[in-house]
């Protein structure tokens, strides 16, 4: 199995300033073939829907803000938020889909400082 | 507008049975792989099975292999998720999340609000 790590486990940022998460897988999640990594990032808000904002890694789910970004290959990952809104605050997750199961990072949740 | 609507929580008994039932709307539901994702009270997300669109695929977490079982009816554009043998760990909020129609799995891209499974006596 693919273990997935997230950090930090919480991140307070000021209105307006950047947030940073990491997430590193425990095995490459690069498919050869393909040239793409298996990886997608997930925003949940209490009492919601988990909302898709990220897949392959770096590709932009239609409707997503650009301030939402994602970057990385192989293992080792990050989603930065630009400029954090209010809107923003929430928990977000990495998943890995090269194989199953289809695991998920612990959660990182964001607040506002 | 995709739709999925999950139905079926509730509270039951340890070595219980329930069966959760997914009915989506808004899209070409017999070309979607389907997974159900749980989070447990204070944790995180936690991948729990997915079936292929035609029903000839079906993967599963292990600690629910030999217990949940994946199904769904084309015809009728539902999913559902039949859980026996029921655990206290199993108590979560029970998601079913639309995948894209590729020949593999992949992300999630569309997601119902959840039903509550409460395992306790």
């Known amino acids: 199995d693919i273990a997935v790590t997230q950090s930090p486990d919480s991140l307070a940022v000021s209105l307006g300033e950047r947030a940073t998460i990491n997430c590193k897988s425990s095995q490459s999640v690069l498919h050869s073939s393909s040239n793409k990594n298996f990886l997608a990032w997930y925003q949940h808000k209490p009492g919601q829907a988990p909302k898709l904002l990220i897949y392959w890694a770096s590709t932009r789910e239609s409707g997503v803000p650009d301030r939402f970004s994602g970057s990385g290959s192989g293992t080792d990952f990050t989603l930065t938020i630009s400029s954090l809104q209010a809107e923003d605050v929430a928990v977000y997750y990495c998943q890995q889909y090269y194989s199953t199961p289809k695991t998920f990072g612990g959660g990182t949740k964001v607040e506002i400082k | 507008e995709v739709q999925l609507v999950e139905s079926g929580g509730g509270l039951v008994q340890p070595g219980g049975s329930l069966r959760l039932s997914c009915a989506a709307s808004?899209?070409?539901?017999?070309?979607?792989?389907i997974s159900w994702v749980r989070q447990a009270p204070g944790k995180g997300l936690e991948w729990v099975t997915t079936?292929?669109?035609?029903?000839?695929?079906?993967f599963y977490v292990d600690s629910v292999k030999g217990r949940f079982t994946i199904s769904r009816d084309n015809a009728k554009n539902s999913v559902y998720l039949q859980m026996n043998g029921l655990r206290a760990e199993d108590t979560a909020v029970y998601y079913c999340?639309?995948?894209?129609?590729?020949?593999?799995?992949?992300?999630?891209?569309?997601w119902g609000q959840g039903t509550l499974v409460t395992v306790s006596s």
């Open positions: 079936m292929k669109f035609d029903g000839s695929e079906k």
């Open positions: 999340a639309r995948e894209g129609p590729f020949e593999s799995s992949t992300w999630s891209d569309y």
């Open positions: 808004g899209f070409t539901f017999s070309t979607s792989w």
